[in-house]
């Protein structure tokens, strides 16, 4: 039963890792998980565990009350910052170097240090327009 679980986990975690830029609605998820036979009930839950692990960001999209799903986890983004689009949801990752650079900037003038996991929230360019 465990493996079986973890079978599934992993299936999961590779479709959503394979698809790291976009944010995923439940019901996507579910959809597309029908075709590796994963069922809806199983998706939820392992959606839930997946967002406490701290491997998938849920974020609410725009105003509404629906929720949105994006892989997020790597080792490499423990270093640098991620941007987050209030309207859509998504998670944008800023490379290191630019990073390095906000960071520095704010720790010359201010001699603040901003945390790696600090999420900036501001409006994506597809939702700009
Ligand atoms: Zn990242
Ligand atoms: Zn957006």
């Known amino acids: 039963m465990k493996t079986y679980h973890t079978h599934q986990r992993q299936s999961l975690l590779?479709?959503?890792k394979k698809n790291q830029e976009k944010a995923f609605r439940i019901e996507e998820i579910v959809?597309?998980?029908?075709?590796e036979?994963?069922?809806q009930s199983t998706v939820y839950r392992l959606m839930t565990k997946l967002v406490d692990d701290g491997l998938v960001h849920r974020t609410v999209k725009g105003n509404?009350?629906?929720?949105?799903?994006?892989y997020i986890s790597d080792e490499k983004c423990e270093n640098h910052l991620h941007m987050k689009c209030t309207d859509c949801g998504k998670?944008?990752?800023l490379d290191s170097s630019m990073t390095s650079a906000i960071q520095s900037n704010i720790r010359n003038n201010t001699s603040f240090e901003i945390d790696s996991h600090t999420v900036l929230l501001g409006?994506?360019?597809?939702?700009?327009e």
């Open 64 to 70: 509404s009350r629906s929720f949105v799903y994006q």
């Open 37 to 39: 036979s994963i069922s």
């Open 91 to 93: 998670v944008y990752h």
């Open 14 to 16: 590779n479709f959503l």
């Open 123 to 128: 409006k994506c360019g597809e939702c700009k």
């Open 31 to 35: 959809e597309a998980m029908a075709a």
